[in-house]
């Protein structure tokens, strides 16, 4: 039932650098395609969000770029921070979100 | 500020034991679900809810049940604890359809064991 397939699993980044998770979807009828970030410990959160008629947005240090013609939406975190450090996910949305396992970022001091 | 809130943040409970997880939030969101997290596995979407008294079947809806009484609270329920229930139980909510269907707000998860 995976409509969208993430990768990395997992990240290490030195501070400053470039954050860069890709994921690659299926189905065409989403209407939004969000990311969550989860730190340790806590529930999931919207971190940023696009519609597929905009392939670029960013919002402070987080971009997401969208491919129609690729079906692959990315996010980038610019200047990464240790604070970065989380489990991203980019859900499927197709009335409900369907979860996989993320990507584990750690930003290295 | 929205807010979920789930009933506990720990809990230790007994292998076939009757066990209740309970979510309420203040946002007057009509949806309302349930997922566990495990390592490796990531979330997995148990049981949902678009409206009181209506619920559906998530992708691993075996050995749980839900009840929805009133808009504001969910309630999952452990038939029959069982060790490999052991996990983190997440609830959520979001606005039914529309532009904002797809932000859905998490409660702070309930970490279970089951010995």
């Known amino acids: 039932q995976q409509q969208v397939k993430q990768s990395p699993q997992s990240l290490i980044v030195q501070k400053g650098g470039i954050s860069i998770i890709n994921c690659a979807y299926e189905?065409?009828?989403?209407?939004?395609f969000p990311w969550y970030q989860q730190f340790p410990g806590k529930g999931p959160a919207l971190l940023i969000a696009?519609?597929?008629?905009?392939s670029e947005k960013k919002e402070g240090r987080f971009t997401i770029s969208f491919n129609k013609s690729a079906k692959q939406f990315s996010l980038h975190i610019m200047d990464s921070q240790p604070g970065d450090s989380a489990t991203y996910f980019c859900?499927?949305?197709?009335?409900?979100?369907?979860f996989g396992q993320g990507t584990t970022l750690q930003v290295k001091p | 500020d929205v807010k979920v809130t789930q009933s506990s943040r720990y809990l230790v409970k007994r292998t076939g034991e009757k066990v209740f997880l309970e979510c309420v939030q203040d946002?007057?969101?009509?949806?309302m679900f349930w997922y566990r997290q495990d390592p490796g596995l990531g979330l997995r979407l148990i049981y949902f809810?678009?409206?009181?008294?209506?619920?559906e079947k998530g992708d691993i809806p075996e050995g749980y049940s839900v009840s929805r009484e009133k808009k504001e609270r969910f309630s999952l329920i452990l038939e029959s604890a069982s060790t490999n229930q052991t996990s983190m139980y997440l609830c959520?909510?979001?606005?039914?359809?529309?532009?904002?269907?797809?932000?859905?707000?998490f409660g702070p998860g309930t970490r279970l064991t089951v010995t």
């Open positions: 809810s678009y409206d009181v008294k209506m619920k």
């Open positions: 959520a909510s979001s606005r039914l359809a529309g532009g904002s269907s797809y932000e859905q707000y």
């Open positions: 189905n065409t009828a989403f209407d939004y």
């Open positions: 696009i519609r597929p008629d905009v």
């Open positions: 859900p499927s949305n197709t009335g409900k979100l369907i």
């Open positions: 946002m007057d969101h009509e949806n």
